[in-house]
């Protein structure tokens, strides 16, 4: 019994030891305290992992992000590079600019940097990629044009039948006097633009406000809750905020049975200096990426991250997509795909979205919000 207490509070004590040479990782000239730290606090764990890597076991008390991996950085380097053919090969961002912050490793993509500037209406034109997507259903196609895959999962022809995907009736039909559509913030504290101030409104729930008032002229029925679901205890804890979000959102779906409809909504991280946009209707706008979490690793599903409705999420985000394309082309980056779940399983119509980046001014952030509810209403109205 002694020697158990002993192996825990000595597990315990390894632990934080660990995550405090860990946290030390930005101090260029402590490489091998970074290292030592991570093999400490893996070797900690590893008794106590039940069946998980160790590794794994890490990645989900970060909340399911890579935010670093010693002895992976060239791979990390690579891995957010577009999938070319469908079958794990692909290609390169050889700036050397890559780096691994905030809810994904970004790099913008080439059609937002391309679209960057141009004036946009809003009135839908003919895309090439799209219709092509319709007109051939093939699977390869829809990788290689639609998103980005993370190297935390992996795709099977299985779970994108494009047709299907494209055909998912997911209108909404309105409820007048009730909630239909819930916008909420897993990251709410730490997510600011470059201008941001002090006050929630300069922040990605001040961005949420916009979109519900958005989607309220469209005449749907909006609960935003402006929970910051990251600040706990008073402080900031991003690795504890999805399952705090998830105990809120449920609470408001139980008072709210009609909210069928789940958006949490971002801000994106991609490196100083990377400050892209798109104009519409004459103003400046932040450029938005949909996320789909697969539950799924390298090897396959993840079981205790079963998602019933994964065909449902990722039918929503690939309809907004091809409405964005075909209407403001331009405002929208590849759908990013990752191998965790992110609280999408509670309803089909459920999607992560990344709108702006640390980079983008408050107000192109807010002037994303009026298209973004564009696109939405398209979708859920099936009109356009």
């Known amino acids: 019994m002694k020697k158990t207490a002993f192996r825990i509070m000595g597990g315990i004590g390894g632990i ?27 070797n900690s764990l590893g008794g106590h992992a039940e069946g998980y890597a160790a590794n794994e076991m890490v990645l989900e008390m970060l909340g399911g992000k890579e935010y670093f991996y010693p002895g992976r950085e060239s791979e990390q380097e690579l891995v957010l590079a577009e999938n070319q053919n469908g079958q794990g090969s692909r290609s390169v961002d050889s700036s050397g600019n890559n780096q691994i912050v ?18 946009l209406q809003g009135v839908r034109k003919p895309n090439a990629v799209v219709e092509k997507l319709r007109s051939t259903l093939d699977t390869k196609y829809l990788w290689n044009k639609f ?73 749907y029925g909006v609960y935003h809750d402006m929970t910051r679901y990251d600040w706990i205890d ?49 103003k400046q706008s932040a450029i938005v990426m949909f996320f789909n979490g697969l539950s799924r690793n390298k090897s396959g599903p993840i079981d205790y991250l079963y998602n019933p409705n994964l065909q449902g999420n990722l039918a929503f985000s690939l309809q907004l997509k091809c409405k964005a ?3 403001y082309d331009g ?34 952030a807010k002037n994303a919000a009026g298209p973004l509810a564009d696109v939405m209403d398209k979708v859920l109205s099936g009109q356009g």
Do not use: C
């Open 234 to 282: 008073g402080k900031l804890e991003r690795s504890l905020a999805y399952n705090a979000a998830l105990d809120g959102i449920q609470k408001i779906r139980k008072e709210n049975p009609d909210i069928e409809v789940m958006i949490d909504l971002h801000r994106d991280s991609v490196g100083k200096g990377k400050h892209t946009y798109t104009t519409i209707n004459g």
């Open 147 to 219: 998103y980005i895959i993370d190297s935390t999962t992996s795709v099977k022809k299985d779970i994108f039948d494009v047709k299907k995907l494209l055909e998912t009736d997911l209108k909404l039909p309105k409820k007048k006097g009730k909630k239909q559509i819930l916008i909420y913030h897993t990251h709410g504290a730490s997510e600011h633009f470059v201008d941001s101030s002090d006050k929630i409104e300069d922040s990605i729930v001040g961005v949420g406000t916009e979109l519900a008032k958005e989607l309220e002229k469209k005449g």
């Open 325 to 327: 394309m075909e209407y």
């Open 16 to 42: 934080f030891f660990a995550l405090i040479l860990l946290w030390m990782k930005e101090v260029p000239s402590v490489k091998g305290i970074e290292d030592a730290g991570w093999l400490l606090l893996t």
């Open 102 to 119: 905030g809810d994904v490793y970004g790099r913008e993509s080439e059609e937002a940097m391309a679209q960057a500037g141009s004036l």
């Open 331 to 364: 405002f929208t980056k590849p759908i990013y795909l990752k191998g965790y779940r992110y609280n999408l399983h509670l309803e089909s119509r459920s999607l992560l979205i990344e709108l702006g980046n640390e980079n983008n001014t408050v107000a192109e």
